[in-house]
């Protein structure tokens, strides 16, 4: 069986998403078993679904492992998948579509290490039952997307002193009332973890204009922010998993 991979992601005109998705198709071809690796978006920016397919199928290929690269279940996953199985009527290859990064005990991990290597860098030597965690997801009205970002906090709560969550948009609390509520709590330290898979202008721009003057206003001296979690190598055995949970299954 020849296999090869498609990594579907959301899109973004920054090229940090593009070198990130360069260096993750890299990784799961050296650790895979596929003919070649690759990616498109979804909507932004070019490569689009509708290159990215056309692409893979001139490949000498017999199945193809389309892999949904988004944190949250929604609409942006639905139309992904919609999208692609539209050329499947037209071609021999046999598509397998896998679940999108979410929900997984991997991103857990991610997110521990993310915490761990921030407390590390800026020396703090507190337990961890003495840090504070603050979590910043997108925001989504769909009730799934919410329910994944809950079970990271879920997961997380018992290893550290207090963990919330807020959202950047479209969802409450914002990060404006984030900081209120971590403020209430009275941390010794408070580590901000950008739950984000690439660096692109949410990262970049659109969190700190309403982190640093919610910082600013706070009594909170010591908050540190990580960095986002799309470029840690749990992410490539994350995907692989993924996609051999639907390539067994076929």
Not at 120 to 137: C, F, Q, W, Y
Not at 150 to 158: A, G, K, P, Q
Not at 191 to 206: N, Q, W
Request: with cysteine; proline share 4%.
């Amino acid at each position: 069986m020849k296999r090869g991979l498609l990594l579907i992601d959301r899109g973004s005109r920054e090229r940090e998403a593009s070198e990130e998705l360069e260096v993750i198709c890299k990784g799961i071809k050296a650790k895979g078993e596929y003919v070649f690796t690759d990616y498109c978006f979804l909507e932004v920016e070019p490569p689009y679904i509708e290159d990215g397919i056309p692409k893979c199928l001139k490949q000498d290929i017999d199945s193809l492992t389309i892999v949904p690269y988004f944190l949250y279940p929604g609409k942006k996953v639905k139309n992904a998948v919609t999208d692609v199985m539209k050329f499947q009527k037209d071609t021999k290859v046999k598509f397998l579509v896998t679940k999108q990064m979410s929900m997984h005990k991997t991103l857990v991990d991610v997110v521990e290490n993310r915490i761990s290597t921030t407390l590390k860098e800026n020396k703090i030597t507190l337990s961890n039952k003495e840090v504070d965690v603050m979590i910043i997801g997108h925001g989504s009205k769909d009730p799934n997307a919410q329910r994944s970002l809950d079970y990271i906090v879920n997961e997380l709560t018992d290893s550290y002193r207090n963990v919330s969550r807020c959202w950047l948009e479209i969802e409450q609390p914002d990060i404006f009332e984030g900081i209120k509520k971590c403020q209430k709590d009275k941390p010794k330290v408070l580590i901000i973890v950008f739950y984000f898979l690439h660096e692109g202008a949410h990262v970049k721009t659109d969190i700190n204009n309403d982190l640093i003057p919610a910082l600013e206003k706070s009594t909170i001296e010591k908050a540190y922010i990580t960095k986002h979690i799309g470029t840690d190598q749990k992410m490539i055995d994350l995907i692989l998993e993924r996609a051999k949970e639907v390539e067994d299954a076929n």
